[in-house]
């Protein structure tokens, strides 16, 4: 497969590359109150220099750029060593959806100041008996005057301990399980939202609860058609589950800092771990970059986010076992790991998505 | 188990039940729960012989009482005070048998310096990782040929936290220190080591699949719970195919092959455990409130303890 970068991707990168060695700071974990400013400041000088949404259109914030320089622009971002990215529900899961099925006056009103970090949103769509099975949802949408009330309780919600606004998905009727919902998206601090951070495994509040007691949503906030919103929700489901929320480049970055850990712990039991992880991130990146044309979507997304998010662990894993009991440095990185074959839909999910909608084995 | 074993197990379990508190007990300035160990020597779990003020319980009840500590993952000296106990009884120096170990036996927490971190071994050195070492009221330490009584007047400690809180660990510091000679020191208390944390890993792994199994039993989704899917079942009858394994494993261990052996099986089979009980818990599970990063840290922890699966493996690579 032929890599070499054409010149004017080479000239991004090595713009990228100079940017982000002259900028990128340690910050804060993003799960504290002062860590989310540190990382929402740090969106906005991403903005500022228009590298936080680079596949965008300029006219939203962003570079026009191809989703190879887009690949170019995460290996530079992940080798660099550079945060997390706060503002990601809504960059990598949202956006896309907007550029889907939202208006131009919903698009113009939320991507500009999503790319600047001026909010930051949250996914609300698990509850805490709709998690794997999403379908069973019964948070509500009850129709009023100019809008919606919102009413129900969700769970699992990424950064919403801090976050300003949330996307979700409920129940407006008719019909049970996939029909009858719809895509709403409301303010984390409107009146009658109560926010319940969880603390994680690390101790810090990662994700949160959120009641809704007849939480006022206009009707301009409503994304796509009454009544249609698993549709548009699953249409760009593949994009968390896919490459869009997990670039190889996350991976490339952290296999070589493996193999640095083992150039100064060899250990010869460990050998082959180490190599095996550094294929797999190898892999995951040939395989995105042979998929360029075709980036996968829809059931094919699946297949990536099981690949990914093993790989990840398997990494992370590794480097423990190099490190023994004391593993500075990624320590975090591997308790975030474990969540990875949880999240976007549980690798049990995937594995039945593929086994059903890819291989056609009866339900 | 004989009898007598099974009515142990059962103290233990019906004693760790009632007072046992994990999430408590790492709160506490010591990290263990002083009611729930006094509790513990009462019963008599420690290994020491009657005529030293002991109950006479040998290593095999020590594990039985380790494999209970290692469900509820209790925080306890037992595992640094039997390592201390049984390195000093294979002194057979006779005078400090008498003067230390009903000290032991009635719960005063000692603890042994030796080097199972393949650093060499010296009475002059710093030591990290050492079991309870910042709250040992008797400290042995091993030059790696005899036994010494370490007069804690001269010794600095810290405790080291690490990410497992439920095992208190820390760096002792013996430059400077007085030391008693008190007799041969015995390489065979690598293989007690092993032994009794394969014991503690085998109790913690076996609860951490009964947790998990109990989960997948009420959690609903699809209309049914999700340990009636088959994608689940069989990753959870995988799991105790390896505890039961492992539990095999750890009962064999009697000697430097087979403690390796335990060491290396255990460690894995129980980080396995752990690391599955996470996925199948699911978002839950990545909870602090929940306690499977409890059994994760531990399995991690423990892993790394007295050396990690891969030290042991090269050892018995050389040694078969």
């Known amino acids: ?363 | 188990m004989t009898p007598e074993r099974l009515a142990l197990r059962d103290a233990v379990r019906s004693l760790l039940d009632k007072h046992s508190d994990v999430r408590a007990a790492i709160e506490t300035p010591h990290g263990y729960d002083k009611d729930v160990w006094a509790r513990l020597c009462d019963i008599g779990v420690l290994p020491i012989p009657e005529r030293y003020g002991g109950s006479g319980a040998g290593q095999a009840e020590t594990r039985i009482a380790l494999a209970e500590l290692g469900r509820t993952l209790t925080p306890s000296p037992l595992l640094a005070s039997t390592l201390a106990a049984q390195a000093l009884l294979a002194t057979g120096d006779e005078e400090a048998c008498a003067r230390l170990l009903p000290r032991i036996a009635d719960g005063t927490v000692a603890t042994l310096v030796w080097p199972w971190d393949n650093a060499p071994a010296s009475l002059h050195g710093t030591a990290r990782y050492v079991l309870d070492g910042d709250l040992a009221e008797i400290l042995l330490a091993t030059d790696g040929t005899d036994l010494y009584e370490i007069d804690l007047a001269g010794v600095t400690r810290e405790h080291t936290p690490t990410m497992d809180q439920t095992r208190r660990l820390a760096t002792v510091h013996l430059a400077g220190a007085a030391a008693t000679r008190l007799g041969r020191w015995s390489p065979g208390i690598r293989d007690v080591a092993l032994a009794a944390l394969a014991a503690e890993q085998v109790g913690a792994a076996a609860r951490a699949l009964e947790l998990t199994v109990e989960y997948t039993k009420t959690r609903v989704q699809f209309g049914k719970p999700i340990g009636s899917f088959q994608a689940l079942k069989h990753r959870m009858a995988d799991l105790h195919v390896l505890v039961e394994t492992a539990r095999s494993a750890a009962l064999a261990a009697d000697d430097e092959v087979s403690a390796a052996v335990a060491k290396v099986y255990c460690s894995e089979a129980f980080f396995k455990v752990a690391a599955e009980m996470v996925q199948l818990h699911g978002g839950i599970a990545i909870t602090w409130e929940h306690d499977a990063h409890l059994y994760l840290k531990r399995a991690h922890g423990s892993g790394q303890l007295f050396g990690s699966p891969a030290v042991h493996l090269e050892r018995l690579r050389a040694k078969i």
């Not at chain 1, 596949?55 to 750029?65: E, L, M, N, Q, V």
């Not at chain 1, 440095?329 to 999910?349: H, K, M, Q, V």
């Open chain 1, 1 to 363: 497969m032929d890599l070499d970068l054409d010149a004017s991707t080479l000239e991004f990168q090595a713009e990228v590359r100079s940017w982000l060695a002259a900028h990128v700071r340690p910050l804060s974990s993003m799960d504290t109150a002062r860590g989310f400013e540190e990382h929402r400041a740090w969106e906005r000088l991403l903005a500022s220099e228009r590298l936080s949404v680079v596949s965008w259109p300029s006219s939203y914030g962003g570079r026009d750029a191809s989703l190879l320089q887009w690949l170019v622009f995460e290996e530079e971002y992940h080798a660099s060593g550079a945060p997390g990215r706060v503002s990601q529900n809504g960059i990598f899961l949202l956006a896309p959806t907007l550029f889907a099925h939202g208006t131009d006056e919903q698009r113009a009103r939320i991507l500009p100041s999503m790319a600047r970090g001026d909010e930051v949103w949250a996914q609300a769509w698990s509850e805490p008996e709709a998690g794997s099975d999403l379908a069973s949802l019964r948070s509500t949408a009850v129709r009023c005057d100019g809008g919606w009330l919102l009413r129900g309780q969700k769970a699992w919600s990424s950064r919403a301990a801090f976050a300003d606004r949330a996307f979700g998905l409920f129940r407006t009727g008719p019909g049970e399980r996939h029909r009858g919902l719809t895509y709403l998206l409301f303010d984390l601090r409107s009146e009658g939202v109560t926010v319940r951070p969880i603390d994680q495994l690390d101790g810090e509040p990662g994700f949160a609860e959120i009641f809704l007691d007849d939480v006022f949503v206009p009707d301009a906030d409503v994304v796509g058609e009454v009544g249609d919103g698993w549709r548009v929700a699953m249409s760009t489901a593949g994009n968390e589950r896919g490459l869009t929320l997990r670039s190889p480049g996350r991976f490339t970055a952290a296999a070589s800092r493996l193999v640095e850990l083992y150039r100064k712990n060899p250990d010869p039991a460990l050998r082959d771990r180490v190599v095996d992880a550094w294929i797999g991130a190898q892999a995951y990146r040939l395989h995105t970059f042979g998929a360029l044309a075709h980036p996968p979507s829809g059931p094919a997304a699946s297949v990536t986010k099981v690949f990914w998010s093993e790989l990840d662990v398997a990494l992370h894993e590794t480097a423990l076992d190099l490190l023994g009991e004391v593993a500075p440095g990624w320590r975090d990185g591997w308790l975030f790991s474990l969540s990875g074959p949880i999240y976007a839909g549980t690798n049990e999910i995937q594995r039945n998505v593929i086994a059903e909608r890819i291989l056609g084995l009866p339900r």
